[in-house]
C-alpha cells in the first residue's frame, strides 16, 4: 500500500503536494509498474499526473456493509482532520450516524507570546 505523500503532512501547499505525487507516479511508472490502482484518493486529478493508466476505486461501499452491523447504535463518525471531513460525511449518511470533525491548530500558526501562554498552561 502506497499513502498519498500529502497525507498528513500539515502546511503543504496544492502546488507541492501535486509535485510529490507526481514524482510518486514517476517513481512507479520508472520502477516497472504498467498500471496504478488507487484506493479511495483525496482527488481525482491524481489520475491526470499519471504517466501510466491509473484506476480509481472506493472502498467505502464494501466497508460500511461490514461496519453497519458491527457499529454501536451510539457510534459517531470521525474526521482526524478538514481534509477527511467530506468522507466522513459520505460514511456517516450510509451509516446513519453523526459526524465529528477534529479540528487540529498547529502551534506554529500562533505567534510567540501565544505559544509561550500556551505553553504555561499545559504545564499547570
Do not use: N, W
Given at each position: 500500500?502506497?499513502?498519498?505523500p500529502?497525507?498528513r503532512?500539515?502546511?503543504?501547499?496544492?502546488v507541492?503536494?501535486a509535485?510529490?505525487?507526481?514524482?510518486m507516479?514517476d517513481?512507479l511508472?520508472?520502477?516497472?509498474?504498467q498500471?496504478l490502482v488507487v484506493?479511495d484518493?483525496?482527488?481525482?486529478?491524481?489520475?491526470?499526473?499519471?504517466?501510466?493508466?491509473?484506476?480509481?476505486?472506493?472502498?467505502?461501499?464494501a466497508?460500511?456493509?461490514v461496519?453497519?452491523?458491527e457499529?454501536?447504535?451510539?457510534?459517531v463518525?470521525?474526521?482526524?482532520d478538514l481534509?477527511?471531513a467530506?468522507l466522513?460525511q459520505h460514511?456517516?449518511a450510509?451509516l446513519s450516524?453523526?459526524?465529528a470533525?477534529?479540528?487540529r491548530?498547529?502551534?506554529s500558526l500562533?505567534?510567540s507570546?501565544?505559544r509561550?501562554?500556551?505553553?504555561?498552561?499545559?504545564?499547570i
Amino acid at each position: 500500500m502506497i499513502a498519498d505523500p500529502a497525507e498528513r503532512s500539515p502546511g503543504r501547499s496544492d502546488v507541492t503536494d501535486a509535485i510529490g505525487v507526481r514524482v510518486m507516479a514517476d517513481a512507479l511508472a520508472h520502477a516497472g509498474a504498467q498500471r496504478l490502482v488507487v484506493v479511495d484518493p483525496h482527488t481525482a486529478a491524481l489520475e491526470a499526473m499519471c504517466a501510466i493508466p491509473a484506476e480509481m476505486l472506493t472502498a467505502v461501499p464494501a466497508l460500511t456493509r461490514v461496519l453497519e452491523t458491527e457499529m454501536p447504535a451510539e457510534a459517531v463518525v470521525v474526521a482526524l482532520d478538514l481534509g477527511a471531513a467530506k468522507l466522513a460525511q459520505h460514511y456517516a449518511a450510509l451509516l446513519s450516524r453523526p459526524v465529528a470533525v477534529v479540528l487540529r491548530i498547529f502551534s506554529s500558526l500562533y505567534s510567540s507570546t501565544q505559544r509561550s501562554s500556551k505553553r504555561r498552561m499545559r504545564s499547570i
